[in-house]
């Protein structure tokens, strides 16, 4: 893994799956225009469903190369080689920096809906 996250192309790509996650705050902050409110609010659970999309992607995209290889090779048992194991970090590794991003911006708005009163549970 140490040596995935060498490569600089991870972490562009990783920002730009995360711009992409940030998409439903986007249209969210757009709609909460008063002129322009149509009723959307569920662009939080929308970011959290981003969230777990990405990680679900990256773990099964990951899982799939590996045992991809190793179905080729017969390989049931013993260890990978090093080469396929970083490949599959450099495959899994984008999609974990986006749902990390992702994840923290989520967790901070949710913070500040629960301080600012939003939910109505919270009395």
Do not use: H
């Not at 149509?38 to 981003?50: C, D, E």
């Not at 080689?81 to 450099?90: F, G």
């Not at 949710?110 to 009395?123: N, Q, R």
């Amino acid at each position: 893994m140490k040596q995935a996250l060498k490569d600089y192309k991870i972490y562009v790509i990783g920002g730009i799956l995360g711009f992409l996650g940030y998409i439903p705050l986007i249209i969210g902050g757009i709609l909460s225009i008063p002129s322009l409110n149509s009723g959307f609010s569920a662009y939080p659970y929308v970011m959290w469903a981003m969230m777990a999309l990405y990680f679900l992607i990256g773990f099964i995209w990951g899982d799939l190369y590996r045992n991809n290889v190793r179905r080729k090779t017969k390989n049931w048992d013993n260890k990978l080689p090093d080469e396929v194991i970083i490949a599959s970090w450099k495959r899994q590794l984008p999609f974990y920096i986006a749902a990390l991003l992702i994840l923290i911006t989520a967790l901070i708005l949710e913070i500040y809906f629960a301080v600012c009163g939003y939910y109505p549970f919270y009395g």
